[in-house]
């Protein structure tokens, strides 16, 4: 999870984002032009993550894209969902404005592996 306070931020958050997908898709040979892709994911935050995979794969005349996420953390919404014709948008449950881990999801590359989904205490995240 990333707090994000400004409009500059936002749009630098937005650039690393798109640059951090196309150097992660650079080496993915899989032709997808007329395939009906599904993205699964762990949790949907700001929206930025999707938004920029929906413009990559927008690029590659995909017949639709759809998400599949766990978590909807609806109220960090930045970008609106925005998926184009025939995506679907399948969701789990709703999540709280909380700092969740474990399931996949990480802090700092630590708590992913917990089988279970906690709750970050703020004095974790907020300590430097
Ligand atoms: O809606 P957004 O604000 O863009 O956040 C959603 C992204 O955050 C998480 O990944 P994260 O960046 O934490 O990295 P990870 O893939 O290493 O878990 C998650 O897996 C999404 O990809």
Do not use: W
């Amino acid at each position: 999870m990333v707090v994000l306070s400004s409009a500059y931020e936002i749009e630098k958050r937005v650039e690393e984002m798109a640059a951090v997908i196309t150097q992660e898709f650079a080496d993915v040979r899989i032709d997808v032009k007329g395939k009906h892709v599904l993205l699964v994911e762990a949790i949907v935050d700001t929206g930025i993550t999707l938004s920029t995979l929906v413009a990559h794969f927008g690029t590659k005349d995909v017949a639709s894209f759809s998400v599949c996420t766990l978590l909807d953390k609806t109220s960090r919404r930045i970008v609106p969902l925005q998926l184009g014709a025939g995506g679907k948008y399948y969701r789990g449950f709703q999540c709280p404005d909380e700092f969740v881990v474990g399931y996949g999801m990480d802090y700092a590359e630590q708590y992913r592996c917990l089988p279970y989904i906690g709750v970050l205490k703020p004095h974790i995240y907020t300590k430097n």
